[in-house]
T-cell receptor, first 111, second 113 residues
Framework: QQQVKQSPQSLIVQKGGISIINCAYE??????FPWYQQFPGKGPALLIA?????SEKKEGRFTISFNKSAKQFSLHIMDSQPGDSATYFC??????????FGSGTRLSIRP | DAGVIQSPRHEVTEMGQEVTLRCKPI?????LFWYRQTMMRGLELLIY????????DSGMPEDRFSAKMPNASFSTLKIQPSEPRDSAVYFC???????????FGSGTRLTVV
């Protein structure tokens, strides 16, 4: 019941660079598009989210870009830092509110 | 706010034994979710509750798995009998609204030997 496709599976970025992670979804009924960040040994934590009535949302170094017609949304991390090294999940809610997680992207920031 | 509290943090048990994982959601959250995470399968939703009532248990892998939520502040996930393939990290999460952010606990790492 995979309704999201996340890419890339892993990503290595130099410190200070831009990290970009993409998520494609199928269900046009989704009305909330969050990204979660997970550090080793911890549970996923909500990082940033967007509603479909806007095309972009920025919080500090983190930006969500949303393309409704293409059914895609992406996470951009500007000035990437070693502390950003984590696994990132796109996770729009599915039917009856349950979250369907993508496969995750393992991000490594090289110092 | 102490967040979502799970216990135990780690559990090692022998195959065939019963295992009970526990979760205390954030007060006031109406939804509670149980997820399982493995390298091979990623994060899988097992079951979720709304106001203590199980809504969707289609992700529960087998009859060996059962979950209960006797009240708004406590839920359990039980595996009986446990098998080595049940080894995973089990997360509990809660949410106050239907399509909003979830708060996850720190998880229970289960190892069945």
């Amino acid at each position: 019941q995979q309704q999201v496709k996340q890419s890339p599976q892993s990503l290595i970025v130099q410190k200070g660079g831009i990290s970009i992670i993409n998520c494609a979804y199928e269900n046009t009924a989704f009305d909330y598009f969050p990204w979660y960040q997970q550090f080793p040994g911890k549970g996923p934590a909500l990082l940033i989210a967007i509603r479909p009535d806007v095309s972009e949302k920025k919080e500090g170094r983190f930006t969500i870009s949303f393309n409704k017609s293409a059914k895609q949304f992406s996470l951009h991390i500007m000035d990437s830092q070693p502390g950003d090294s984590a696994t990132y999940f796109c996770a729009p809610p599915g039917g009856a509110s349950k979250i369907i997680f993508g496969s995750g992207t393992r991000l490594s920031i090289r110092p | 706010d102490a967040g979502v509290i799970q216990s135990p943090r780690h559990e090692v048990t022998e195959m065939g034994q019963e295992v009970t994982l526990r979760c205390k959601p954030i007060s006031g959250h109406d939804y509670l979710f149980w997820y399982r995470q493995t390298m091979m399968r990623g994060l899988e939703l097992l079951i979720y509750f709304n106001n203590n009532v199980p809504i969707d248990d289609s992700g529960m892998p087998e009859d060996r798995f059962s979950a209960k939520m006797p009240n708004a502040s406590f839920s359990t996930l039980k595996i009986q009998p446990s098998e080595p393939r049940d080894s995973a990290v089990y997360f509990c999460a809660s949410s106050p609204i239907t399509s909003g952010g979830y708060t996850f606990g720190s998880g229970t790492r289960l190892t069945v030997v």
